[in-house]
């Protein structure tokens, strides 16, 4: 199973890309974020395998 962290700070992609990755028998959305300071406790707590992460973000961009 490989372990999937979404970040981005727009809800529509986080819904788009949920949705469409949790197509896939072998993925596991394990949890999102909106900006990378959260993202940066889910990582620590959830251990993803992969994180997709938006490279223009408030607050910091990737």
């Given amino acids: ?12 992609v986080r819904k788009i890309l949920t949705e469409e990755l949790s197509r896939y028998d072998d993925i596991d959305i394990v949890g999102t974020a909106v900006d990378p300071y959260a993202a940066r406790d889910k990582i620590v707590k959830l251990r993803p395998d992969v994180i997709t992460l938006d490279l223009e973000m408030p607050r910091m961009d990737g």
Avoid: E, T
Avoid at 1 to 12: C, E, F, G, Q, Y
């Fill in 1 to 12: 199973m490989i372990k999937v962290l979404i970040v981005d700070d727009s809800a529509v």
